[in-house]
């Protein structure tokens, strides 16, 4: 089994930065044949939305929204997959959340469980 626990969320304010991570506890690839990691946020009344994925070969996605400002990393192990997050701006804020999933072409889906998330607060 796989579990993607994520942590480093907090209150800041706008221009200000914030480190996302996601624990990865278990074999990413045995889920269902997972080969990327990807963030959603979740702003508030709004729909969950596909911030940044990574594949097992370092190929990246970004939304647009987050371009030049975000930045998805992960460790060779899986162990841990981040987000970095400068330039912050009250729309970024929301319940961040990670995911196991694959790569259909250019585009992420994820197959994981959502998790608990963490929240991220940008206001003046």
């Known amino acids: 089994q796989v579990q993607m626990v994520e942590s480093g969320g907090g209150s800041v304010q706008p221009g200000e930065s914030l480190t996302l991570s996601c624990r990865v506890s278990?074999?990413?690839?045995?889920?269902?044949?997972?080969?990327?990691a990807g963030w959603y946020r979740q702003p508030p009344g709004s729909q969950r939305e596909l911030v940044a994925a990574?594949?097992?070969?370092?190929?990246?996605d970004y939304a647009d929204s987050v371009k030049g400002r975000f930045t998805i990393s992960r460790d060779s192990a899986w162990n841990t997959v981040t987000l970095q997050m400068n330039s912050l701006k009250p729309d970024d804020t929301g319940v961040y959340y990670c995911?196991?999933?694959?790569?259909?072409?250019?585009?992420?889906?994820?197959?994981?469980?959502w998790g608990q998330g963490t929240q991220v607060t940008v206001s003046s």
């Open positions: 995911t196991a999933g694959s790569f259909q072409g250019i585009t992420y889906y994820p197959n994981s469980r």
């Open positions: 278990g074999n990413i690839f045995r889920v269902n044949a997972a080969n990327a």
């Open positions: 990574i594949s097992a070969g370092g190929r990246t």
